[in-house]
């Protein structure tokens, strides 16, 4: 329970029922809100609409009622133990005393009603009325047995239905903040789902049905509160409570089809309707423009914060034109646009602005669609006086009628924002090169230095030991001793190995300068120098990390199990599961050699992703680094953890397995649970890692895990063989195959798509950086198929891109650049 928001919103009712205690709360001396039985049924009641607005939850079969110095509560034992929290807020706030009355479920709860009475008929005489009034919502029926109960009192009963309605209608900021979000799911779905379908289906000439439409879209919706798709060729019908029918969608010419979307969230909803147009005549063209005049009038009425909600009769031809929206939609329309209407408006308050013309005639060539019935339809937020009134629902409601041939196409809209792109790059590109150029460095760490090296008094196989034959003997000599080495081979073919050690020259000290080995293996001789030398000169240019700070006490560190890393650590038997430990500062990933730990510090993460098995084997975790780290003995910018969700096998027997076989269907169901169990592992890992980026010392690190859009990717050659390569919200990767690709979109200066023309069935992707001493990235073999998507994403991701029809030579550019 939300003890403070319950707190500030009790003080709100008890102050607006003694300030209008006459005019709307009917005088009455207590407010009974009896709330039904839980239902799947989605409907807006007034008494469900505040135990939310109270309470945050809906608590059915309850019954609160107000009284001046008293709070009662009947309701289950469960709900009981929910609502004690209470107790201290509403006596500091009101000054009242909550009451509980727990009844048990084989009670029918008639004793404890009688108590309530009592307690009722004990204020009102002590108020000095002898027959108490209690306040209810008339127009709500009790529903079960307890609130048939309840019904059947004696007391005198006062309608406080435009009390309830009243002061619902000014929302405070976390009210407005859930409408509004409501609001843009609804455009959202209107105008990336509902508008682009129903267009397909023009356009291709299907035969849907306005309920299967309806379907759809309540599939691309969460939690909807109302999802329409309507048309009707006769008897239209504008109300809330219409519904899709079975009928199949109409789209002849001079048709009209009627959209309304609506969704709710956290309980408040929002409303939005558009109506579509299909080679509309000059009289339905009229209708909507006037309609649409009619809606922008009746939306800047509500400007005027200290005005009445009245609109001349004339106005309007149809139906009403405003209703409150928020945890529930209005029905009574206590704050309707017409001329009788004389309630004032407030800032805070929040409309569904609803306009149509119902049933409207002009002749036409069907006699099906002589008759229509358009429709506009918006959740606005009246603000405060000085400004307009703002509609949440950011759809346009003034749409290009296609039989003007005015319509932009995808194509021409993406030359437009490319024009626009390559203004604004070239202005960039100018002051880039005024300015002396790009700059680049490292992030999170400085080079290494000569003065950073550490003698180790105590010589182990983590700090970096050679084991030299002396005598017969194996002794450790520390990398940091050893100065240089070296291979030659002499006369008799045969090969040694010369290693010079640094030379302390210490007074009196005695040390070793050099020592030599012969082999007649020239190529482990090779092998080993090179191997040596390479990595050193890896691990010189290694930026310095700061150290890993362990959990310890101060919080468990949040641990994934059983992972493979790529790169693999070197040797042979070396491919041994570890575990990813999140600490304060950094992952460390460990196995069961504890000489071979991982560390990745947040501070040198640039991208982290998850990627959860869907057409492929593993699931994975990829962390693209600012600075290289040490792999074994591996230097690498990219580490992944992975497991493989199913276990590859290959069947000796060779006859193929029947689609019914129990035991192939068994292997399938146990795969995928193993699949789904794994992705849910790596999800709540990632979930915990989150709130822990998430905490004021690791804010500035800007840090989260971003998922590749799998129904953006498309196939293409980055290296040297085929993948799938998927943009995710920040960069371009393909992080199955090895070497993986990672491209962050702020890296990029603009896309060149080469051999981009007809009977061409694959093109290229060049990749130009702004850090212009990278090597150009190119992608080869992109499937043509994929061409449209992939301009599509650039462009809405703002990256600039040309087309042509051949490679472009870029060297010669390049070398003059």
């Known amino acids: 329970m939300a003890n403070k928001n319950f707190s500030k919103r ?6 607006h029922w003694k300030e209008y205690r006459s005019d709307l709360w009917g005088s009455s001396d207590a407010i009974a809100i009896a709330t039904p039985p839980a239902s799947e049924d989605l409907r807006y009641l007034k008494y469900s609409a505040l135990n939310i607005w109270f309470l945050g939850y809906e608590f059915p079969e309850t019954i609160m009622v107000f009284m001046k110095r008293e709070i009662h509560f009947l309701c289950s034992q469960k709900r009981a133990s929910l609502l004690d929290v209470l107790k201290k807020s509403a006596k500091e706030t009101v000054g009242a005393e909550v009451v509980m009355h727990v009844k048990a479920r084989s009670d029918d709860g008639t004793a404890m009603i009688e108590e309530i009475f009592w307690a009722v008929c004990a204020q009102s005489k002590s108020d000095g009325h002898e027959t108490p009034v209690v306040g209810y919502i008339a127009k709500e029926a009790p529903e079960g047995n307890l609130l048939e109960t309840w019904k059947n009192s004696n007391f005198k009963l006062s309608d406080v239905t435009n009390g309830f309605s009243d002061f619902f209608a000014v929302k405070d900021s976390t009210e407005i903040t859930n409408v509004k979000k409501a609001a843009f799911l609804s455009a959202s779905v209107m105008k990336h789902f509902v508008v682009p379908k129903l267009e397909k289906v023009i356009d291709e000439e ?61 309980s408040y909803c929002s409303n939005l309707a558009r109506t579509i147009l299909i080679d509309a005549n000059s009289a339905q063209s009229k209708a909507y423009g006037v309609l649409l005049k009619v809606h922008e009038a009746a939306i800047s009425i509500k400007a005027r ?25 209005d029905k009574i329309c206590w704050y309707s646009l017409n001329a009788k209407n004389d309630r004032v408006l407030k800032a805070g308050m929040v409309f569904n602005v609803s306009l149509g013309f119902q049933n409207l005639h002009e002749k036409t060539n069907n006699p099906k669609t002589e008759k229509f019935s358009p429709l506009l339809a918006d959740s606005c937020h009246q603000r405060e006086a000085t400004r307009k009134p703002m509609a949440m629902s950011p759809c346009l409601s003034k749409a290009t009628l296609r039989s003007d041939h005015q319509e932009m196409t995808k194509e021409e809209l993406r030359k437009q924002h490319q024009a626009e792109l390559a203004r604004q790059k ?5 002051r880039r090169l005024a300015g002396g150029g790009t700059t680049t460095g490292n992030a999170g760490g400085r080079a290494r230095g000569l003065g950073d090296l550490t003698v180790y008094k105590n010589i182990d ?11 017969g003997s194996m002794v450790p000599f520390h990398v940091a001793t050893i100065k240089s080495v070296n291979s030659q081979q002499d006369s008799n073919r045969s090969w040694y190995v010369r290693i010079i050690f640094n030379s302390l020259k210490f007074l009196g000290s005695i040390y070793l300068r050099e020592i030599s080995f012969h082999s007649k293996d020239s190529r482990h001789i090779t092998e080993v120098v090179t191997s040596r030398e390479s990595d050193r000169a890896e691990r010189a240019t290694l930026v310095t990390q700061e150290k890993l700070q362990l959990a310890g006490g101060r919080f468990k560190p949040i641990r994934l199990p059983d992972l493979w890393i790529r790169p693999p650590f070197g040797g042979r038997g070396r491919k041994l599961p570890g575990s990813l430990e999140a600490h304060a500062n950094g992952f460390r990933y460990s196995t069961s050699r504890q000489e071979e730990p991982v560390d990745i510090m947040y501070g040198n993460i640039k991208h982290a992703f998850l990627k959860p098995a869907e057409k492929e084997m593993i699931t994975l975790l990829h962390f693209h680094l600012h600075n290289h780290i040490m792999v074994g003995t591996k230097k690498t910018k990219d580490v992944q953890f992975y497991v493989e969700v199913m276990e590859v096998v290959q069947t000796l027997g060779g006859g193929k397995r029947s689609a019914h076989d129990p035991d192939a269907i068994e292997e399938e169901q146990q795969e995928r649970e193993r699949k789904n169990r794994i992705n849910m592992d790596f999800q709540n890992f990632i979930n915990k890692v989150n709130d822990l980026w998430g905490q004021p010392q ?44 990672v491209v962050a979109l702020s890296e990029i200066e603009i ?59 870029r060297r010669p550019i390049e070398d003059n650049h």
């Open 10 to 15: 009790l003080k709100f009712f008890y102050s």
């Open 206 to 266: 299907k035969k849907v049905s306005h309920s299967s439409l309806m379907d759809e879209t309540e599939k691309a919706i969460l939690e909807p509160a109302k999802v329409m798709v309507k048309l009707k060729a006769e008897n239209y019908d504008l109300r809330l409570s219409a519904s899709s029918n079975d009928e199949n969608l109409s789209y002849d010419p001079t048709s009209v089809i009627i959209c309304a979307t609506g969704s709710r969230y956290n």
């Open 305 to 329: 914060t200290q005005g009445q909600c009245s609109l001349p009769s004339s106005h309007i031809s149809g139906r009403e034109g405003s209703s409150r929206i928020g945890s529930e939609f």
């Open 426 to 430: 070239n202005e960039e590109t100018a």
């Open 461 to 471: 196989q983590k700090n970096e030991a050679v084991l030299l034959p002396v005598y």
């Open 698 to 741: 690791l804010k500035g690190l800007d840090l989260e895990f971003d998922q590749p859009l799998r129904e953006l990717g498309f196939h293409g050659v980055p290296h040297k063989a085929a993948a799938f390569i998927i943009p995710t919200t920040s960069c371009l990767v393909e992080l199955i195959e090895t070497p993986f690709l």
């Open 751 to 809: 896309v060149n798509l080469e051999r981009v023309g007809l009977g061409q069935k694959n093109f290229n992707m060049a990749i130009v950086f702004k850090d212009l001493k990278r090597d150009v990235l190119q992608i080869d073999s992109i499937p043509s198929s994929s061409l449209d998507s992939i301009k599509e994403w650039l462009d809405t991701t703002d990256r600039k891109y040309y087309e042509s029809r051949l490679n472009l030579n």
